[in-house]
């Protein structure tokens, strides 16, 4: 019987953020948007959206590169954002002041973002790597 886990030959390429706050709505509106791209590609993606959640994301995609370079020796120009997960975190609760004595609840989310990169392949090419995992298939030219 084999062991239940993951797959990967060998210890992942991950960094994770914990109690960001921001909706997971609202950091998922954003990870859509890089998801199986390029390193390049996905820091100029988040450096022109004109959202608030990008610059958590692009922190968080320079320490996974940093972690790929300094724990396993591998390039920052041959990664790809593999999975990225957003998951909602603990809400903090506050009370807002209201007239007559009255308090009005408001909440503040939390979200923990995990992004964990893969080495593009040299033998692979990346463009069609990534357009394979979107549309699940590629037409071929003739």
Same mark, same amino acid.
């Given at each position: 019987m084999e062991p239940m886990g993951n797959n990967s030959p060998g210890p992942e390429i991950r960094a994770l953020a914990r109690n960001i706050r921001m909706s997971a709505h609202k950091a998922r509106r954003v990870i859509n948007q890089i998801r199986g791209r390029s390193y390049g590609q996905a820091l100029m993606i988040l450096e022109l959206m004109p959202y608030g959640a990008c610059y958590p994301i692009s922190q968080l995609i320079h320490s996974a590169a940093a972690n790929a370079?300094? $724990?396993? &020796?591998?390039?920052?120009?041959?990664?790809?954002?593999?999975?990225?997960?957003? $998951?909602? &975190?603990?809400v903090f609760k506050r009370i807002q002041p209201r007239a007559q004595g009255?308090?009005?609840?408001i909440q503040k989310p939390t979200c923990h973002i995990t992004i964990v990169s893969e080495e593009i392949s040299r033998s692979n090419d990346p463009i069609m790597?990534?357009?394979?995992?979107?549309?699940?298939?590629v037409w071929r030219r003739k």
């Amino acid at each position: 019987m084999e062991p239940m886990g993951n797959n990967s030959p060998g210890p992942e390429i991950r960094a994770l953020a914990r109690n960001i706050r921001m909706s997971a709505h609202k950091a998922r509106r954003v990870i859509n948007q890089i998801r199986g791209r390029s390193y390049g590609q996905a820091l100029m993606i988040l450096e022109l959206m004109p959202y608030g959640a990008c610059y958590p994301i692009s922190q968080l995609i320079h320490s996974a590169a940093a972690n790929a370079n300094h $724990n396993m &020796g591998l390039n920052k120009a041959n990664l790809l954002v593999g999975r990225v997960e957003v $998951n909602e &975190g603990a809400v903090f609760k506050r009370i807002q002041p209201r007239a007559q004595g009255r308090g009005y609840p408001i909440q503040k989310p939390t979200c923990h973002i995990t992004i964990v990169s893969e080495e593009i392949s040299r033998s692979n090419d990346p463009i069609m790597s990534i357009e394979s995992r979107k549309k699940g298939y590629v037409w071929r030219r003739k």
